[in-house]
């Protein structure tokens, strides 16, 4: 697609439900990236593939987040047993490193979710 | 650990007048982002600066970027309205293909 597609644009879990987030990034762009932004914040990293791999999942803040790009293309955000302190928006990024200046990310625009 | 500041976090700008947002950042990096994002909506572009003085400008806009004092600026040149909308800047941790470390934006408001 012409960018970076998120799904759902809107979530509300109950709290301790499960939730999936779906991110489709720009076609063939290697890296792809998790962000959470909280209400009146910046986003915040929370973890980076290149391709099928997951390099960098340092900014995950629990256990109960989980990411996966099985086939190096869309990746899914899971969270388990939802609480309050997770709502937020999450956006997905994506960009294709390689050439010294085509390495920026492109954002989609994001699902917010509310935990009731 | 890579720390961004961003100041002021809000502010309220007459139509026409000149104002600059500056971001600070706390190690070196290979290049800064400025984001403007509208309420409900996602991060759009506005320039990505690469080196040591560089300076763009679109429109209104002009960002500049000093490596040595770790320090970009986002001037403002007579505001409108249209303008109204949060920035963000972003730097990029070294060697890492575009993970980023966001300041805490900073709110625009331009008044009539």
């Known amino acids: 697609g012409a960018g970076v597609s998120q799904s759902p644009r809107y979530k509300v879990a109950k709290r301790g439900q499960d939730v999936a987030l779906r991110c489709d990034p720009i076609?063939?762009?290697?890296?792809l990236f998790w962000y959470q932004q909280a209400l009146g914040q910046g986003p915040e990293f929370l973890t980076y593939f290149q391709n099928e791999a997951q390099l960098d999942k340092s900014g995950l803040p629990s256990d109960r987040f989980f990411a996966e790009r099985p086939e190096g293309s869309v990746s899914t955000l899971k969270i388990q047993r939802t609480q309050q302190e997770d709502s937020a928006v999450y956006l997905c990024?994506?960009?294709?490193?390689?050439?010294?200046?085509?390495?920026?990310?492109?954002f989609g625009q994001g699902t917010r979710l509310t935990v009731v | 650990e890579l720390k961004v500041e961003q100041n002021p976090l809000f502010l309220s700008m007459q139509e026409g007048k000149n104002y600059t947002i500056y971001c600070n950042y706390s190690t070196t990096s290979d290049r800064l982002y400025w984001y403007r994002q509208d309420p409900g909506k996602s991060l759009e572009s506005l320039f990505v600066?690469?080196?040591?003085?560089a300076v763009k400008q679109e429109g209104r806009l002009m960002a500049s970027l000093d490596t040595k004092a770790r320090l970009s600026t986002l001037h403002i040149t007579a505001a409108v309205h249209d303008l109204s909308a949060t920035y963000f800047c972003?730097?990029?941790?070294?060697?890492?293909?575009?993970?980023?470390?966001f300041g805490t934006g900073t709110r625009l408001q331009v008044t009539l």
């Open positions: 990024a994506s960009s294709q490193p390689g050439t010294f200046m085509n390495t920026e990310a492109f």
């Open positions: 076609s063939g762009h290697v890296s």
């Open positions: 600066l690469l080196s040591n003085g």
């Open positions: 972003a730097v990029e941790h070294t060697g890492t293909a575009s993970k980023l470390t």
